[in-house]
């Protein structure tokens, strides 16, 4: 049966292929789309950087959009300066950077690590801290080396629990299991789980806070309140916004609503939702 979600994003893979790109000795991923002002964005552990394809595709002839996808090495810090220097490879001073989980942490470190390559963070449906996470399935696991069937069965319980308390997102979860059993392959895979149980503490963010973001869905399964009031507390934003539902993935589950965010956050007309003014902006 056709998946309109895999269709989609299938299509956009093939106008735009990811290059791959030797960044410090570790092979990225990039999608370089458009031109304007620099969007870099940073998925999370279960896509490529075409995962928000259809933020690029609403925004490529307004912005230039670089999209990473993770090395199958290194870590956290690591990728820090990796990010640089695809900037300066790029020549690319400043971006605003956007990383969604995983992505909102690394995009944390950035901030911190290089804030006069940040000209906004935006830390989307991420965490603070890794403390206890170890404690936690599948991160309890010694991750470099367990069988990756057991680590893909885990992401599949996860998202068949999703799937069945929300069946309309059936082609999403139907799209991020195909990222789990392959498109995203075992070594990187491997690895995303690994930097993420092992990041480093986040030093703090120093960029004014109008130029600090967040976003955060309610009905996250994946990033408790708690721990979702610890990110605005720590990056005390001059902007949050909240999806009253979208889950662990609202760029995909609610494009329309997304796109009309980055558009808020980069100064554009808008041509998707208007999420109205303010500190805080739900919908």
């Excluded at 950087?49 to 990473?68: N, P, S, T």
């Excluded at 950077?97 to 804030?115: I, K, M, N, T």
């Excluded at 690994?194 to 976003?215: E, M």
Aim: glycine fraction near 10%; charged fraction near 20%.
């Amino acid at each position: 049966m056709s998946n309109p979600l895999i269709d989609s994003r299938d299509a956009f893979a093939a106008r735009h292929p990811e290059q791959r790109i030797d960044l410090n000795g570790r092979e990225w991923g990039l999608v370089d789309v458009g031109s304007g002002p620099v969007l870099l964005l940073i998925p999370g552990t279960l896509g490529r950087g075409d995962i928000f394809w259809q933020q690029i595709e609403a925004l490529k002839d307004r912005v230039r959009i670089l999209a990473v996808t993770y090395p199958s090495s290194g870590g956290v810090a690591d990728w820090s300066g990796d990010l640089v220097t695809l900037l300066d490879r790029l020549g690319v001073e400043r971006a605003v950077v956007l990383g969604s989980s995983l992505g909102g942490y690394l995009a944390q470190y950035l901030a911190a690590d290089a804030p006069g390559r940040v000209l906004k963070l935006v830390g989307a449906n991420t965490l603070c801290s890794v403390q206890g996470l170890d404690q936690r399935m599948p991160y309890a696991l010694d991750l470099m080396n367990a069988p990756i069937a057991d680590l893909r069965a885990g992401f599949g319980m996860g998202l068949g629990a999703w799937a069945a308390a929300h069946p309309d997102q059936a082609d999403l979860v139907a799209l991020l299991m195909a990222e789990v059993n392959g498109r995203i392959p075992e070594a990187e895979l491997r690895n995303r789980l690994n930097a993420t149980k092992t990041a480093p503490d986040l030093p703090p963010v120093a960029l004014p806070r109008t130029d600090i973001v967040t976003i955060e869905a309610d009905d996250d399964p994946l990033i408790p309140p708690q721990m979702r009031a610890a990110v605005r507390a720590r990056l005390n934003p001059g902007c949050a916004y909240r999806f009253l539902s979208g889950g662990h993935f609202p760029y995909v589950a609610r494009p329309a609503d997304y796109t009309g965010l980055l558009e808020q956050v980069m100064g554009l007309a808008l041509t998707g939702t208007d999420w109205g003014t303010g500190e805080e902006r739900a919908l």
